[in-house]
């Protein structure tokens, strides 16, 4: 098991979860806090679950599922950056996190496509 990158991901969660805190509670917000919190969470929770794989399958399978996560966490991260919050310093940290994961992610599921 990676300790790194499960250490990385639960650390992106966290962080995810803090910063959401700050952001306005309009209708609009709230969609966007809802999913990005699932996706966070959500991509380090299926990385953990990965670690106990019942095959290289099963294996595979739920770290492809990280990934979606990830790429979705990083997707809403783009339009919060996009509406200008005015956090764009610990904005653009996370953003820049959730494109390093995304691609740390993407590289073990190239990795076990071979």
Sequence with gaps: MDVDLAERLLRFAVNTIKFLKILSNSPEYSIIKYQLTKSASSAGANYEEAQAASSRADFKNT??????????SNYWYKII??????????????LDESEQLKKILGSICSKLQK
């Design 81 to 94: 950056n996009e509406l200008d919050t005015g956090q764009n310093e610990r904005l653009l940290s996370l």
């Design 63 to 72: 770290i492809l599922i990280s990934l979606r996560e990830m790429r979705e």
